[in-house]
């Protein structure tokens, strides 16, 4: 499972290298400050393309191209649309969701985020009560979008993992579903074999169309894919 190899996988600059930001393989690999696992994360993100290109372009993390892709597949952003990001640390899918029209977003993350202009964040535990309330506050009417990028540190026991990763999943669907306008999307991370089938039915029931979608932006060796669900049906009288 990828996750907690995707949770700081934000974008810094490296504090050593060449003058490109670039560390040099000789400065790694004599460094005393990174064990094993360490380095070898270090070296295949000084590898990756997307950091490479995130760094470059500004984007707080290579997670933002994920979104990107899923939304030029599914054109879910547009000007003027409200937006909730759940595990939104450290940024990329909320600088994506601004600079592609959304005129307000709230962001939630168990990790502090750095001020991004135009976003409310806050550092909290999503699934504490009155946590999405506070979001909605927020946000200041009912969001037309719900993402949700959240993944916890696994415990490497796999049942408590899939316990976990089930309840994210399910507490973020059903935030979406009791406050999404109606027609509203909702993107939200899952893991293959994560998404129970009551789920994914429960999605199918409340959404006009459900798709798995896995990007090109998330890697190939990571059990991650993202479930896109679009037209919510439900009314509220809103
Ligand atoms: C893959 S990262 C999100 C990356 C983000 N989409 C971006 O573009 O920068 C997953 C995040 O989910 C957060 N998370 C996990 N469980 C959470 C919870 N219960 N409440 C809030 N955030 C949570 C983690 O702290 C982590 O920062």
Known sequence: MSEPEDRRRMVRAPTSGDPAGRASADRLKSSRKH????QKWLERQLNDPYVQRAHAEGWRSRAAFKLMEIDDRFGLLRSGLRVIDLGAAPGGWVQVALKRGASAVAGVDLLPIDPIRGADLIEADFTTPGVGEQLLDLLGGPPDLVLSDMAHNTVGHRQTDHLKIVGLIEAAADFALANLKPGGGFVVKTFQGGAAGDILAH????????????PKASRSDSSEVYLVATGCRVERGR
Not at 35 to 38: G, I, L
Not at 203 to 214: I, R, S
Request: aromatic share 6%; no cysteine; charged share 25%.
């Open 203 to 214: 999605l199918k029931a409340g959404f006009t169309d459900v798709k798995h979608v896995k």
């Open 35 to 38: 064990t094993a696992s360490s």
